[in-house]
């Protein structure tokens, strides 16, 4: 540690002496103290044009967590900063925060941790005494429906006035803090988007339930942290919405530790896309109009004649521009529905439900998406100068609750105004002007409703921009940042290969895979593309292979490959089966648990929501089964205008985009297995691929050293 200040030595030892005395069961491991020394030599240096940046893979068991909080918070008390930490979803979240309570917990002095969710968890006080009858000042939302006592925009079922007012029970007796997430009933799926606010529809300090707010309880909470635990969308959609510093701490001002950071680029790729449903615009772009003429009146404003000639125009020419549109995009759609249903593994599928759009049947329409947007962009900025007004200055003689009421108001069409000009942008940018091309598509849901969407396919530009160029210091780390032996996958991808001077470090798994488990490959026959034969094989397989009286996890590529095998498997597994789908994860896992305690035993098959951050250790898993190569489905939108550009510019899509992900995916599929140092098992991979294209070969290579049991493969026409 010669190269690290003695103030960083002496933060890292205190840290690690505190956990070995208070920490039960705590074992340094050398993995684990070289994650924490590469961190800590990363963000050392104080200089302004320091690159302080690390990538760095840790198998499960090395102590990531405990690696990147020590690290962080050692750095973060040097310079002054605060420690960030951003994961994949919500419940990682909780997890990440009941770990740094522990672990704070036993420290010599106490770190003080805040958990920042975006609006959409919190509960809306305002909009809960709405619906409940309860407005402050006896006005609702004029959301029109049946008030049935409160104020709705649908007639309400009991069961769903019921949970409103038991939400505002609670609330009155202060047993709920407001967090959604922490509500142990579950909410009508109506009811809980009329519970929440977004930002365009918030009063901020001006609301009348702002002094309890959970939300703004929770920024304030922020300034006096020494950690911030978010999730990914939020941290990208502080940077994309307001530039940073709004929600999170700014981070130019933060140690930020971007955690499970393979999903990065994909949350990236999401946050920036956008959608709109094509059909009633006519009267929402009037509702907008509307609402903003009736805010000026409540501040005693009556707009003038050039005001209201520019809202006629922005009305005229965003309608037609979306009225040109659907005349475009649905015939498309109307095409589709005669085609013919598809068929997989014996089984016939309905329709296709969305199409991809080409770039060259929106290149006519460029010129009125152009028209479109930028009437859309002044309504927004419109609408959006009508509320700050309202709520900075608000009249005498208006009370908290009607600006409240008029906040929301504006509020759903700034926030409806926002996706339609987010929507034309994307559609109409010009792919060949642009780093990447942008994919677009036209969807329809079981209702009849058509809905247009575009996306860019790459954020990397961005990301490095937004996220690592601003942060004081970042760590980017995951169990799989590799794909194929290498880093380049995902430095492609997070934009981390942009900045020089970017650290990597892979570290080895601290358990004894080689004597703990053994990889078998079966020497199967049939192609995974020949579905009927490859279905046929794996069923025979399954039914000599798979133990019941065992903890088994089987894992397929596709829904479609999941269900066929569920409708084939033997019936002596009916009572054991457990299918992903049939009820909520959370229940399945805890039925999967309690049937291999009781030792009966217990087969969990699904897809890949259960071959990534799903925990069962000792006997829940003693078999892993992947039934194919999880290669990502290459007919989504954004997928195949990514592989386009890829094959368009002389390069393999399936080199650089498909196969690294099937790897990293493949990884981490063969990681449910050894989860404890004492876990045994075996992992079997159905797909002869892995046998016998140079392809997988490559990958078989580059898997974790498991003991090899490979089948001895003949070609398929030889069978």
């Given at each position: ?125 305002r909009n809960l005494a709405q619906l409940s009858g309860e407005d402050p000042d006896q006005l609702g939302l004029d959301l029109g429906g049946d008030t049935a006592g409160g104020h709705w925009p649908f007639r309400p079922t009991t069961e769903e006035q019921e949970a409103v007012q038991e939400l505002r029970a609670a609330r009155g007796r202060k047993a709920f803090d407001g967090d959604l997430d922490s509500w142990a009933q579950p909410l009508p799926k109506r009811v809980r988007p009329l519970l929440t606010t977004t930002s365009k529809g918030c009063a901020g300090p001006s609301c009348p339930y702002a002094a309890n707010c959970a939300l703004l309880r929770s920024r304030r909470s922020v300034r006096d ?206 792919d060949s002007e642009a780093e990447s091309p942008t994919a677009r598509w036209v969807s329809r849901d079981a209702k009849g409703n058509v809905e247009v969407h575009a996306s860019p396919v790459d954020a990397s530009g961005w990301l490095a921009h937004a996220v690592w160029r601003k942060a004081f210091g970042a760590v980017a780390t995951s169990a799989t940042l590799r794909a194929m032996g290498d880093f380049r996958h995902f430095a492609e991808r997070s934009g981390l290969r942009r900045l020089s001077g970017t650290a990597f470090a892979a570290l080895p798994s601290p358990f004894d895979l080689t004597g703990a488990a053994v990889l078998r490959v079966p020497a199967l026959v049939a192609e995974p593309s ?190």
């Open positions: 540690m010669t190269d690290l200040s003695e103030e960083t030595i002496a933060g890292i030892r205190s840290w690690l002496d505190d956990l070995a005395a208070r920490k039960p069961n705590f074992r340094r491991r050398k993995e684990q103290d070289r994650a924490i020394l590469a961190i800590a030599r990363t963000l050392e240096p104080s200089d302004e044009d320091a690159v302080r940046t690390i990538a760095i893979e840790g198998p499960t068991g090395v102590g990531k967590s405990i690696a990147y909080v020590v690290a962080g918070l050692v750095a973060a008390k040097r310079h002054d900063k605060t420690l960030v930490i951003s994961t994949a979803t919500v419940a990682l979240q909780q997890q990440l925060a009941a770990d740094l309570a522990a672990i704070g917990a036993l420290a010599s002095s106490p770190v003080r941790t805040v958990v920042l969710k975006g609006r959409g968890r919190y509960l809306c006080d942290a020494d950690v911030v635990v978010v999730n990914h969308a939020l941290l990208l959609a502080d940077q994309r919405e307001t530039g940073g510093g709004a929600l999170l701490p700014p981070l130019e001002d933060s140690i930020l530790v971007v955690d499970e950071a393979h999903h990065l680029p994909d949350v990236a790729v999401e946050a920036s896309a956008a959608g709109m449903v094509l059909g009633g615009h006519a009267k929402r772009i009037r509702g907008a109009i509307d609402v903003s003429r009736k805010a000026a009146q409540m501040r005693a404003k009556i707009y003038g004649p050039s005001t209201l000639d520019r809202l006629a125009d922005a009305e005229r020419d965003l309608a037609s521009s979306l009225d040109r549109l659907a005349g475009v995009l649905t015939p498309q759609l109307d095409a589709m529905a005669q085609s013919v249903p598809g068929r997989r593994y014996g089984r016939t599928f309905g329709h296709p439900t969305q199409l991809r759009l080409r770039a060259s049947l929106i290149e006519p329409l460029r010129g009125e998406l152009e028209v479109g947007a930028a009437q859309a962009k002044w309504l927004v900025d419109q609408v959006g100068r009508e509320k700050e007004k309202l709520t900075k200055e608000p009249p005498p003689g208006v009370t908290s609750g009607m600006v409240a009421r008029m906040t929301h108001d504006l509020g759903e069409s700034s926030d409806w105004l926002q996706s339609v000009y987010d929507t034309l942008v994307l559609l109409g940018t010009d020949d579905e009927d034969a490859f279905l046929a094989e794996v069923l025979i397989e399954l039914e000599s292979g798979v133990d019941p009286a065992e903890g088994t996890l089987i894992l397929c590529a596709s829904r479609a490959l999941m269900e066929a095998l569920v409708e084939r498997v033997p019936s002596s597994w009916r009572d054991r089966l457990r299918v992903q789908g049939s009820t909520a994860i959370g229940p399945l896992l805890e039925d999967h648990r309690a049937a291999i305690a009781a030792g009966t035993g217990s087969i969990l098959i699904g897809l890949a929501t259960l071959a990534e951050g799903v925990d069962l250790p000792g006997r829940q898993c003693s078999h892993v089964v992947i039934v194919k190569l999880p290669f990502m489905s290459p007919s989504d939108p954004v997928s195949e205008t990514r592989a386009e550009w890829i094959e368009g510019h002389g390069r393999s899509a399936f080199a650089e985009l498909l196969l690294p992900e099937a790897h990293r995916r493949l990884v981490q599929a063969c990681g449910r297995l050894i989860r404890t140092e004492s876990d045994t098992g075996r992992i079997t991979i159905l797909d002869r691929r892995l046998v016998t294209k140079p392809y997988g070969r490559r990958m078989l290579d580059t898997l974790p050293p498991y003991r090899r049991d490979i089948g001895a493969f003949r070609s398929a026409s030889a069978a």
